[in-house]
């Protein structure tokens, strides 16, 4: 019998991803408290990313989420989350499996975790066609098209902290 040797960058990985996965079921359950919040990067481009084709025209590699003030239905699956948000007036269900997240970071604790790619990725679902784009109707902003929502916009988080 052969014995491998310990992975333990897999083991790292596990652990990390283990913490986001935590803090994200304490909000889905608790909220989060004061300035509390998550600045997630991830992969747009993996399989099992679940966002609208004009996100992820926009974002064709990356892109950071901001989960604070603004957020929905957030939901956390043993390899994934979703959550609801807004961009531009638009509101959408976002599904980011956690082997897609490079960063997930709480700055108002001075807290980062960079999660070196690799581990679960062969193990995420395909991305479902492009016409099976979710949304959250109880959310729902305005609902223009792709043609007729333009360019997209930069909005300063600023605007939407607590005074």
Known sequence: MSVEPIDYL?????????VMSE???YAAENGLAGEQHFYITFRTNLRGVVIPGWLQEQY??????????????LAVMPDRFSVGLS????????????ASVK??????VNFQLDIPPGGL??????MPPASEEK????HSGDSLSDSEAGEGTVVSLDAF???
């Not at 990356?62 to 957020?71: K, N, P």
């Open 23 to 25: 803090s994200l079921s």
């Open 60 to 73: 064709p590699e990356e892109m950071t989420i901001v989960i604070q003030h603004e957020y929905w239905d």
């Open 135 to 138: 949304t959250d109707p109880s």
């Open 87 to 98: 961009f531009s007036g638009r509101t959408v269900t976002l599904v980011v499996p956690f």
């Open 121 to 126: 990725d062969q193990e995420v679902e395909p």
């Open 103 to 108: 960063t997930f970071a709480d700055p108002s």
């Open 161 to 163: 902290r607590k005074k």
């Open 10 to 18: 897999d083991l790292t990985r596990k652990a990390l991803r283990g």
